[in-house]
């Protein structure tokens, strides 16, 4: 994805420093949005990708402005007040980045089983693979509001775990040593126009286009 520099070096007046801070673009996808159906309808991956995304990168971009700004006027009130936008909008960036690479078309392996060690790792953790979508459907679907369910690497572990965030929190919130290999959205943005209020339909058919070749080349990388 396309970057450019906003924030090279400064100094807030309350001590944390912000080097290195880079606005960011929309990523392309790897695939035509209608390309995942009947599992994810075209009209929502187009809206969800251009509007959705498109929106919490436009607002983490203008928040990186205005926290350059602040920091050179030594605004340390302005400076706090942008870190929820810069969180927010960040963690929806960041988020939906994985998202669209945990998707594939079933013509390009979309919903074939893991394989390899995290297929193993799997089993060990889950039992079976079964048991660990029953438990990611359940988790996904118990999620109050808006949020993600991931499935995730302990690196400190060298564990498997499922975990819930809220809203745009991203998986690393819930612990430093986290690394998401899966992470499925389910804000109504992601089905609420093709599923309507029933998440779990949603939660049953995205499987049918997980791309565990993305997950198991990540888990292989950051677990050899």
């Known amino acids: 994805m396309a970057l450019r520099a906003v ?3 400064a100094t807030s ?3 944390v420093g912000y080097r290195g801070l880079q606005t960011v673009a929309l990523p392309d996808l790897s695939y035509d949005y209608g390309a995942l159906e009947p599992a994810i309808s075209g009209e929502i991956m187009q809206i969800h990708h251009q509007k959705h995304h498109q929106t919490y990168i436009s607002n983490y971009n203008k928040a990186l402005d205005q926290l350059h700004d602040a920091t050179q006027k030594g605004d340390a009130n302005s400076v706090v007040k942008l870190q929820s936008a810069i969180k927010f909008n960040g963690g929806g960036h960041v988020n939906h980045s ?9 013509r390009e392996g979309g919903g074939e089983p893991p394989k390899g060690s995290l297929g193993g790792a799997i089993e060990t953790h889950f039992a079976s693979l079964e048991a660990l979508i029953q438990k990611m459907n359940a988790e996904g679907a118990a999620v109050q509001g808006s949020g993600w369910v991931w499935l995730g690497l302990d690196k400190e572990l060298k564990r498997l775990v499922v975990e819930t965030t809220s809203n745009q929190d991203p998986l ?27 998440r779990p339909d949603y939660l049953k058919n995205v499987w049918k286009v997980m791309n565990w070749k993305y997950a198991s080349d990540v888990y292989e990388k950051e677990c050899p």
């Open 7 to 9: 924030v090279k070096k």
């Open 13 to 15: 007046p309350i001590g």
């Open 172 to 198: 690393v919130t819930k612990g430093a040593s986290l690394v998401p290999l899966l992470g499925i959205d389910v804000w109504e943005h992601a089905y609420y126009l093709q599923y309507k209020n029933v």
């Open 98 to 106: 994985i998202f669209w690479k945990n998707l594939a078309p079933t």
